[in-house]
């Protein structure tokens, strides 16, 4: 009975918190479904979708303004269940696949489609919202995806139907797409200096390109790192924009002590924000650690792969230790943001969370970071302090003693698993080391200097 009541409790709360009563308002029957609130029986037929983004301090007016009207209509949708969550999907925190995703409206049929999106271009006006990966854009906040169903066996031994996300063929796709909307055909000249020619990324963050600099007529590589328009979106009005010109000024500051890409310019173009920075020739340290591990052990590797992982370990190490003696903070220390170019020399590449300790810039810190790398102080967004980074290199650590991204003995919580981590590491220094630089006391983490010494005496 006792959890019962508590159960009903943590029900009442979650609707209290949520937008359940937006529904209930409306008179709009639904069931709660993991992250969404969901009306009408959803379908389990290969069919077309359209998704609906929105800044998420617009996303209770958006319900209000569109949810009578699907449900008057018939049409099965999901809604996001509460303001948090909106938060955290499109603050990357479920990944990219997940940023824009509060509305899902399930059309299926096409003429059912075409009919709904001009309805909802009109009552959609005046909102916006962050890109929706895996569909096509059709109006301001309105994109539109495919759905396809496999069955497949759950835990019980039940068949069940799984939902999966289809890109659509712009080229096929049956709905007219306004021409500020076809990303394909945007980008072919950049403050009319600039010449995109190879898209290395495509995020709702923004696209990451290697493009052509005509300044002087040299036609130098350069490296162009876009935000797009209500990205990253905090309750100080800031969006990505005001990282990009962070991590312009970090770069300048930066440059001449630690190897970081050349600045080159910053600037504005229709909705997004542009950095140019110095093209680097090289592969990242991820990607290193995945083709020298190829899902072996490290008992399995050759020395000499031994050798080289702690080589790259230390030289991050380095990076790390020379960017603390300028008065920083990296913060975002995976190995996806160092690059070793074909020289050999490593470099890290993204210091859009880095933080001044003499400045206290920028104030707040920048947020998120990456689970399992991320400390539990980063994630409470408090006052950074070095030892965010010695938490991220103990990760560091495990990721390439094990191969293993630290996601997987991490929680979002920051609960570490350390029976998990005995798997891979013997009981000894080395697990010792990692342990303590996880320790949710930052004055109980040990310093950079301890931490190369350790290696250096394991590895001698």
């Known amino acids: 009975m006792i959890n019962e009541l508590k159960e009903t409790h943590n029900q009442n709360v979650d609707q209290q918190n949520g937008f359940h009563h937006l529904l209930d308002e409306m008179s709009i029957p ?19 979708a359209l998704v609906l983004s929105v800044d998420i301090q617009q996303v209770a007016a958006l319900i209000k303004k ?35 995703k509060i509305i899902i409206i399930y059309t299926v049929e096409e003429k059912k489609t075409k009919e709904l999106i001009p ?46 996300i289809v890109v659509p063929d712009y080229k096929k796709i049956p709905f007219r797409i306004d021409r500020k909307y076809q990303y394909w055909k945007k980008k072919k000249l950049l403050k009319r200096r600039y010449v995109p020619l190879i898209m ?39 969006y990505i924009k005001d990282r990009l010109q962070w991590q312009a000024k970090v770069l300048q500051e930066l440059s001449g002590h630690v190897p970081v890409p050349k600045f080159i310019d910053y600037f504005e173009q229709g909705e997004e924000s542009y950095l140019v920075m110095e093209f680097l020739e090289g592969v990242d340290l991820y990607t290193k650690i995945e083709g020298i591990y190829l899902n072996r052990k490290w008992d ?37 943001n160092f690059m070793i170019l074909n020289s050999g020399e490593m470099y890290t590449i993204d210091l859009e969370l880095s933080y001044n300790l003499h400045r ?23 006052i950074p302090t070095v030892k965010e980074d010695v938490y991220t290199m103990g990760a560091l650590l495990l990721h390439v003693i094990t191969g293993r991204h630290p996601n997987l003995v991490i929680s979002p ?20 080391l990692i342990l303590r630089c996880f320790d949710t006391d930052p004055d109980k983490r040990p310093e950079l200097e301890e931490i190369r010494h350790t290696i250096e005496e394991i590895f001698h």
Request: hydrophobic residues 35%; negative net charge.
């Open 360 to 382: 206290n810039e920028p104030t707040p810190p920048f947020t998120l970071g990456v689970f399992g790398y991320a400390s539990p102080e980063q994630i409470k967004v408090q």
């Open 30 to 48: 639904y069931q709660e479904s993991g992250h969404y609130l969901e009306v009408g029986t959803l379908p389990t037929t290969n069919g077309w």
């Open 200 to 238: 290395l990324s495509r995020s709702p963050k923004g696209d990451l390109l290697k493009s052509v600099d005509l300044k002087g007529l040299k036609f130098n590589w350069c490296f162009i790192k876009e935000g797009k328009c209500h990205v990253f979106v905090d309750n100080h009005g800031r």
């Open 413 to 432: 919580d920051s609960e570490v698993a350390v029976a998990e981590i005995e798997k891979y590491l013997q009981v000894g220094a080395l697990l010792e």
């Open 66 to 100: 569109v949810c009578s009207v699907l449900y008057e209509a018939g049409t099965p949708f999901r809604v996001i269940k509460d303001q948090k969550i909106a938060a955290r999907k499109n603050d990357f925190w479920f990944g990219v696949s997940e940023v824009g």
């Open 119 to 164: 309805q909802l271009n009109i009552i959609t006006k005046g909102f916006y919202g962050p890109m929706v990966n895996d569909a096509i854009r059709l109006g301001e906040v309105i994109y539109v995806t495919f759905t396809t169903y496999t069955e497949q066996q759950d835990t019980a031994g039940n068949m069940i139907k799984v939902e999966n």
């Open 300 to 336: 399995e590797l050759s020395d000499e792969s031994h050798h080289q992982l702690i080589r790259y370990y230390l030289d991050a190490l380095g990076i790390i230790e020379k960017i603390h003696t300028l008065g920083y903070v990296h913060r975002d220390a995976t190995p996806s």
